[in-house]
Structure formats: C-alpha cells, structure tokens
C-alpha cells in the first residue's frame, strides 16, 4: 500500500494465489501479496509487531478517506520531515531508526506516488483488519497464510524488530501448524524449511539476490492421506 523496505509489490505476481477466503499476512509491513490483483476482495488480518507501522494500517482501514489523502501535504526535496509514514518512503533499512529524514528527490517522489496510490486503492481495504501483535498471537485460522519475516540474513536486520529477535526453528515450526495453507518467503540463507528457488533480483551495481519461498497446502496433504 506505501513504500516499504522489502515489501513485495513487484514479484507478489511470482507467489501462488490464495486458494482460501481468508488471507492472513503475519508480517504484514506494507502487505503486498494481500493487495495485488483480486487478493484484496478476501478477508484480510494483518499482524505487524512494529506499531508505527501497525498504527499507519489503523489509520488507512478505520479512519482515512481519500479526500483526506489527497489533501497529505506534497514534500520539497531539502526540507526535514519526522513523520514516520514520509521516513519509510526512503524505503531503505536505516529508515526504520531515523527520527528525522531530509527530503531527497527520491524520497519526494516516491511519497507523490505513493498518495496518489492510496487514494485511488483506499477502498480495497475498508473490510480488513490489523492487529499489532507478535506474529504468534495471529488466531489459527484455515486461511491462505502469507508468511514473510524479516530474512535470515542482513537485510532482514534493519527493521526495528528484525531477524536478530526471530528464533526461525520456532518460526517454522509454527508455520507448519497453520490450517489452510502457507506461502512462506525468505533469501539466500533460509534454511530452515525446505525452500525453493522463486526467482533472482537484478540490483544495482551487477549484484542480485535470490528470493526463495515455501508451500505447503494443508488441502493437498488430506487427500494424499485419504488415497494412500
Ligand atoms: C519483510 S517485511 C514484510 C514486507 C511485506 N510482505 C510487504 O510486502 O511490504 C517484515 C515485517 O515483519 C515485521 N515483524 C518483525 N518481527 C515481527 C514479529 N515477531 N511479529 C510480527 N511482525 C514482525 C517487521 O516490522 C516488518 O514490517
């Protein structure tokens, strides 16, 4: 929905649809996966540990409307801004530790862009809702769980609650009890489940990263029971 470090708006198109009603994102950061395409029309439960971000959900789902989007003023490249929503648009890790950022011109467009997208998507979200609570307090629910935790390597450190608080054996172990079915996302060093290659990212300066994932469907494991 905004700008955000690791969101997954460009490859969301690379994951399996949702086979269930309900999708629940337990990371949720800025929930691509659950907005691109027709995914947003399911009931969507957010999880978000950092209540900045918890706190913009809130927001967008109970209260704004987008006249009141619109009238979000631009931002000038050189001035200052602590508003935690224009920090995050840097969409770098350090944003998650400033208290105030300088406008960039990076920075200025992104937000202009991000606005108007809110504005014209704000609808999509009215019949979500968020929790901000520690990924493991998400009810059980049969849903399509899209499980996307900061990565067991050095990008997924620079969120306020990043890899170095996650016990990934729990993680996965956990994400194994879940009814319905998980899609779960991660990098280069995920090795606590079996993952699978997804696809390469070309970055900057002719270096790439690989993005990985996992998937189970509960569905599938019923009737390879029922038929052996
Ligand atoms: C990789 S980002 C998710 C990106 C998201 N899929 C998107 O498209 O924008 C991981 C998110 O998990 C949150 N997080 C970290 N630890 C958490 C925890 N224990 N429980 C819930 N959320 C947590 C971080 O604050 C961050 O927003």
């Given at each position: ?8 708006k ?38 978000e ?32 801004s ?9 969409a ?19 937000w202009?862009?991000?606005k ?13 809702r968020?929790m901000?609570a ?6 059980n629910?049969?849903a ?37 079915e ?7 060093c ?17 270096k ?9 469907s509960?569905?599938?494991q019923?009737?390879i029971?029922?038929?052996?």
């Open positions: 929905m905004f700008y955000y470090y690791g969101r997954k460009q490859i969301a198109k690379y994951y399996p649809p949702p086979n269930y009603s309900t999708i629940v994102e337990p990371f949720a950061g800025s929930a691509a996966y659950s907005l691109h395409g027709d995914n947003w029309k399911k009931e969507v439960l957010l999880i540990k950092d209540e900045r971000v918890a706190s913009i959900w809130e927001w967008l789902i109970n209260e704004a409307t987008p006249e009141q989007v619109n009238k979000l003023p631009d931002l000038k490249v050189g001035e200052k602590s508003e935690f929503l224009h920090i995050i648009h840097a770098t890790k350090m944003a998650f530790h400033y208290k105030t950022i300088k406008v960039t011109p990076v920075l200025a467009r992104n202009e862009i991000s108007r997208y809110i504005k014209a998507n704000l609808f999509k979200i009215k019949h979500w968020v901000c520690d990924y493991s307090a998400a009810p629910v049969t399509t769980w899209f499980v996307d935790p900061p990565y067991k390597e050095d990008s997924g450190k620079g969120y306020r609650h990043g890899s170095g608080s996650i016990d990934y054996s729990h993680l996965a172990a956990w994400a194994e009890s879940r009814r319905g998980i899609i779960f996302c991660e990098g280069t995920g090795d606590y489940l079996p993952f699978t290659s997804l696809l390469e990212l070309k970055g900057v300066a002719g790439s990263s690989k993005e990985v994932y996992y998937y189970k509960s569905k599938a019923k009737q029971q029922l038929f052996t």
